[in-house]
């Protein structure tokens, strides 16, 4: 039986540890700052993106993985005789996907098999955990993408953020918006819903409160949770962590409660502060 090797992208945001431990492999997407492009995770991390918005005043561009960087990234695990199982950012959120699909086509049928997460960050990492489990069970490839898509409408992304600002300048909320969450002190409260980000609930005054409705929603369904794993994933936010993993703890302790730091195209378009609560339904 050939050997499955499972491909993720740098947006899915696991630690080094999990990619380590799980022999996941990371194909980076690119932030630019003028002319200079990082590879995110590789050439830069999130902690030197922030520096070098506050040094310039302006935030970097993103861009997609190519299809030439997927078949160059794919080429040596099929001349060792491998199947790759590539689950990636959504297709609605970035043309990565598109990439991937067209990269497939240079290889062999069933040597490249690509999964539309519909999500980001760890919410994609949710998925590759359980697309980890498959593969130790012995499951095929085909068998892996049908159970995978059919856990893809169970995720459950929702993110605090305590400015619009990136996301503003990004082009990715309105003018109202930013009016609203500056003037009102607003923070909004974003899910991935059917496949692209919207505005899920707004808080006002402090960010404990985003926390603490967020909080509210996970123990208000504790009992249709897959508590297999749960994910808090931040972009240099430790207080909010802290106070976050002590209090699911507290409400309803999952099996594995993993912390994770938001990588630098997340954290590019949401911005530092930034934290998130992801989960499965069952």
């Given at each position: 039986?050939?050997?499955?090797?499972?491909?993720?992208?740098?947006?899915?945001?696991?630690?080094?540890?999990?990619?380590?431990?799980?022999?996941?492999?990371?194909?980076?997407?690119?932030?630019?700052f003028d002319?200079?492009?990082?590879?995110?995770?590789?050439?830069?991390?999130?902690?030197?993106?922030?520096?070098?918005?506050?040094?310039?005043?302006?935030?970097?561009?993103?861009?997609?993985?190519?299809?030439?960087?997927?078949?160059?990234?794919?080429?040596?695990?099929?001349?060792?005789?491998?199947?790759?199982?590539?689950?990636?950012?959504?297709?609605?959120?970035?043309?990565?996907?598109?990439?991937?699909?067209?990269?497939?086509?240079?290889?062999?049928?069933?040597?490249?098999?690509?999964?539309?997460?519909?999500?980001?960050?760890?919410?994609?990492?949710?998925?590759?955990?359980?697309?980890?489990?498959?593969?130790?069970?012995?499951?095929?490839?085909?068998?892996?993408?049908?159970?995978?898509?059919?856990?893809?409408?169970?995720?459950?992304?929702?993110?605090?953020?305590?400015?619009?600002?990136?996301?503003?300048?990004?082009?990715?909320?309105?003018?109202?918006?930013?009016?609203?969450?500056?003037?009102?002190?607003?923070?909004?409260?974003?899910?991935?819903?059917?496949?692209?980000?919207?505005?899920?609930?707004?808080?006002?005054?402090?960010?404990?409160r985003?926390?603490?409705?967020?909080?509210?929603?996970?123990?208000?369904?504790?009992?249709?949770?897959?508590?297999?794993?749960?994910?808090?994933?931040?972009?240099?936010?430790?207080?909010?962590?802290?106070?976050m993993?002590?209090?699911?703890?507290?409400?309803?302790?999952?099996?594995?409660?993993?912390?994770?730091?938001?990588?630098?195209?997340?954290?590019?378009?949401c911005?530092?502060?930034t934290?998130?609560?992801?989960?499965?339904?069952?």
């Open positions: 039986m050939n050997k499955i090797v499972l491909v993720a992208d740098s947006t899915c945001d696991l630690s080094k540890e999990i990619i380590e431990q799980r022999n996941i492999k990371i194909i980076p997407l690119y932030v630019t002319e200079n492009t990082y590879r995110d995770g590789v050439d830069i991390t999130t902690k030197e993106l922030y520096e070098k918005v506050d040094q310039t005043g302006k935030l970097p561009k993103t861009s997609a993985i190519s299809p030439g960087d997927f078949i160059s990234f794919f080429e040596p695990f099929i001349e060792e005789g491998n199947e790759v199982i590539y689950i990636s950012i959504g297709s609605k959120l970035s043309g990565t996907y598109n990439s991937a699909n067209l990269a497939k086509d240079s290889f062999d049928d069933g040597k490249i098999t690509v999964i539309d997460s519909k999500n980001l960050s760890s919410g994609i990492g949710l998925l590759v955990l359980k697309a980890s489990d498959m593969i130790n069970k012995g499951m095929t490839p085909k068998e892996i993408k049908e159970a995978v898509e059919l856990l893809v409408p169970k995720v459950r992304s929702q993110f605090a953020i305590p400015t619009l600002d990136y996301l503003y300048k990004g082009g990715r909320c309105s003018t109202l918006s930013m009016l609203v969450g500056g003037v009102l002190l607003v923070k909004p409260i974003i899910q991935v819903k059917d496949g692209a980000m919207d505005v899920y609930k707004k808080a006002m005054g402090k960010m404990t985003a926390l603490d409705i967020m909080l509210d929603d996970y123990e208000a369904l504790k009992d249709d949770i897959d508590d297999t794993y749960v994910m808090i994933t931040h972009s240099i936010a430790e207080k909010s962590s802290q106070y993993i002590e209090e699911v703890n507290r409400r309803y302790q999952p099996k594995q409660l993993i912390e994770t730091q938001a990588g630098c195209v997340i954290s590019s378009h911005g530092k502060g934290i998130g609560i992801l989960y499965l339904m069952k």
